[in-house]
């Protein structure tokens, strides 16, 4: 009896720390301990001890440049970021892998241009006619129309 009550008592603290961990990924933290070696190295030890797989252009991030990473607990966020040097970086999860790009950021000029684009886009008009078989003749029921010059296609 001393047994079951001991095994329901351990299942119970395993279900509750498990419902105070994140469901993002990026949140969970990792026990790291003190080492200096590569953004190489660093990332694949970080896959090692997370699950996780990175993967990513070696033009954005430079491989061999060495990092000091103090011992601590991190989040993986946290400590991909501190290797890597930098928040500039955006992270997407993938099941088991995680992709790391530069954040896209758009320039003060092109972000107008997008507000200008959105209000003109708000402008409408109407098409009307009868799309008919080039072969046949006969009236089409169901087909996709573009509008030249706009990128619009509209399904009919």
Not at 15 to 31: M, T, V, W, Y
Not at 55 to 68: F, W
């Given at each position: ?132 078989d080039k072969i046949e003749k006969i009236p089409v029921a169901y087909c996709s129309v573009s509008v030249e010059g706009t990128g619009l296609d509209i399904r009919l």
């Amino acid at each position: 009896m001393k047994h079951i009550c001991l095994f329901l008592t351990l299942l119970l603290l395993c279900i509750n720390l498990r419902a105070g961990e994140s469901d993002d990924p990026l949140k969970q933290s990792f026990r790291f301990v003190k080492q200096k070696n590569t953004v190489y190295e660093l990332l694949n030890r970080i896959s090692d001890i997370s699950g996780f797989n990175f993967i990513y252009d070696s033009n954005i991030v430079n491989n061999e440049r060495k990092v000091k990473l103090s011992a601590g607990l991190y989040t993986l966020e946290e400590v991909v970021f501190y290797v890597l040097g930098s928040r500039d970086y955006s992270l997407q999860i993938y099941e088991k892998y995680i992709l790391i790009d530069k954040k896209k950021t758009l320039p003060p000029l092109a972000i107008q241009a997008k507000k200008n684009h959105l209000a003109d886009s708000l402008h409408f008009f109407s098409v009307s006619g009868t799309v008919f078989d080039k072969i046949e003749k006969i009236p089409v029921a169901y087909c996709s129309v573009s509008v030249e010059g706009t990128g619009l296609d509209i399904r009919l």
